[in-house]
């Protein structure tokens, strides 16, 4: 079966710009998972949701994030206003339960570069 | 305070030897996961091993054991029989609290060379 996929895979903004980046989890998978992984760094958790609910959202880094799962399927993060700091690889995470007992699978990331 | 700590950013190793990633962890949880995840210069992150923190036995998973020590709280992850296509970085990560839905925390990686 289909991965995690995630698109663009690469998106070059202007500072200032918007963008929304998104994310196909897994068929049935309950739980998905945003990553932030800047250059050399390990990936940083940024938001959670149980189907449509967002019930964690404690590592968004300003209120220019915002992110959503309205049918509780796709998944698209929004970043309003891009800054340089915002340049880092989005990966994006679907699990099969909600209770987290099971591995998280990986999408490809989108590598946003704002220049 | 950092919750897990990879001292190692750059290994060497020769092809067809073992090799070990150190991986440290800090929590306070008593239920917890131990996850290892390979990510390669395609960028997508890959399930390796994970380990339970109530498993008595050390996980495995064909060429990658995991050296679990939780007197120690570390976990560390061993390579057999290093192969070209292990050349990636390496990441081990954490999950607390399984009513909180899972989220991982990551370490620094450490960045494996397999030598021919």
């Known amino acids: 079966g289909a991965g995690v996929s995630q698109s663009p895979r690469y998106k070059v903004a202007k500072r200032g710009q918007d963008v929304a980046l998104r994310c196909d989890p897994i068929s049935g998978h309950v739980s998905l998972f945003w990553y932030q992984q800047a250059l050399g760094q390990g990936p940083e958790f940024l938001t959670y949701f149980q189907n449509e609910a967002q019930l964690d959202k404690s590592g968004l880094p300003s209120d220019r994030f915002f992110a959503e799962r309205p049918e509780g399927s796709v998944s698209t993060l929004k970043i309003q206003r891009t800054q340089q700091e915002d340049s880092a690889v989005y990966l994006c995470?679907?699990?099969?339960?909600?209770?987290?007992?099971?591995?998280?699978?990986f999408g490809p990331g989108t590598r946003l570069t704002v220049t | 305070a950092q919750k897990i700590t990879q001292t190692q950013p750059g290994m060497f190793v020769q092809e067809k030897e073992a090799v070990t990633l150190d991986c440290t962890y800090d929590?306070?949880?008593?239920?917890?996961?131990l996850f290892w995840y390979k990510q390669p210069s395609s960028g997508e992150m890959i399930f390796l091993i994970y380990q339970g923190s109530y498993d008595e036995q050390n996980a495995t998973e064909g060429r990658y054991s995991l050296n679990f020590q939780k007197a120690r709280k570390s976990a560390n992850l061993v390579i057999s029989a290093s192969q070209l296509g292990d050349s990636a970085m390496y990441f081990c990560?954490?999950?607390?609290?399984?009513?909180?839905?899972?989220?991982?925390?990551f370490g620094q990686g450490t960045e494996l060379s397999v030598k021919p």
């Open positions: 990560a954490m999950r607390e609290a399984y009513n909180q839905g899972g989220k991982l925390i």
């Open positions: 929590t306070s949880d008593q239920s917890y996961g």
């Open positions: 995470a679907s699990s099969l339960d909600r209770q987290g007992a099971y591995e998280q699978y």
